[in-house]
């Protein structure tokens, strides 16, 4: 009894240890964009990138196990789903040799991590921070592999190319996007219909904002144009609602 105690005092840590970390992680978009690669396969990406570069260790001696727990903060006494996705997507990184398998035995993996760190002057990634892909793992009653793909990819379409700036002065870029549901669904290959249900759940989980234009603008050519929502992390939700307000006067929106 009083190692089941104990045991769950562990995962109460755990848990908590998943809201405080907010480290940095850069996602290739010619990974996180790519259907070459699977939803677990770009789990356990981020998961050896929070390993490996804020440690500056770049080989890596892990479990499957080690990897669910850091993932969702729990531990299981029995073989699940989750363990074995996360072994597809492990053996997935090191078939494509983005991670590389030095040595195998009693269920523990060696790696070389190199490939994983990324030279942020360079090249075409999304920055998420890891407590995000934790939460996102907490969420229930969905597939949460799925849902952090999509998530990776809303966050890649934040528009570096605009900068906000607050009625007080302060500013920031890359802190909104205003793609249409259409063109997100082209984009991901989710139908409308779960990428509204994918939307009601990160908005309810507070990792995103969106700021619903109930709006249309008349234009010469296309006539009667309904406004495209305004979204962004729910951090910077003053920045989405001071974006979407400028967007109505700066296109005279009927409202």
């Not at 089941?4 to 848990?15: A, E, F």
């Not at 903060?73 to 990184?93: A, F, P, T, W």
């Not at 999509?150 to 909104?176: H, Q």
Request: proline fraction near 2%; hydrophobic fraction near 35%; glycine fraction near 6%.
């Amino acid at each position: 009894m009083e190692k089941i105690n104990s045991l769950k005092n562990i995962q109460k840590q755990g848990v908590k240890y998943i809201f405080e970390n907010k480290t940095t992680l850069l996602i290739p978009k010619s990974i996180g964009d790519s259907n070459e690669y699977s939803n677990y396969a770009i789990t356990v990406y981020c998961l050896l990138q929070e390993l490996s570069v804020p440690s500056q260790l770049p080989i890596q001696c892990i479990t499957c196990d080690q990897l669910v727990f850091y993932l969702t903060g729990d531990i299981s006494q029995r073989r699940n789903k989750i363990s074995d996705y996360i072994k597809c997507g492990l053996k997935e990184l090191t078939d494509n040799r983005i991670v590389q398998k030095i040595e195998e035995f009693s269920k523990h993996y060696i790696l070389d991590c190199n490939n994983l760190w990324i030279d942020s002057s360079q090249g075409n990634f999304t920055k998420i921070y890891f407590n995000e892909v934790q939460k996102i793992f907490c969420i229930k009653n969905v597939n949460q592999f799925s849902l952090l793909r999509y998530f990776i990819l809303l966050i890649g379409t934040l528009s570096g190319k605009i900068t906000v700036y607050l009625s007080n002065g302060e500013y920031k870029n890359c802190v909104v996007g205003n793609f249409t549901l259409e063109y997100l669904s082209q984009l991901s290959g989710i139908g409308e219909r779960t990428i509204i249900e994918y939307n009601k759940l990160l908005e309810e989980n507070k990792l995103i904002y969106i700021h619903r234009q109930n709006d249309f603008v008349f234009e010469e050519n296309n006539g009667i144009r309904q406004l495209p929502n305004v979204y962004g992390r729910y951090c910077d939700y003053e920045y989405v609602d001071m974006f979407a307000k400028n967007q109505k006067q700066n296109k005279d929106s009927y409202n």
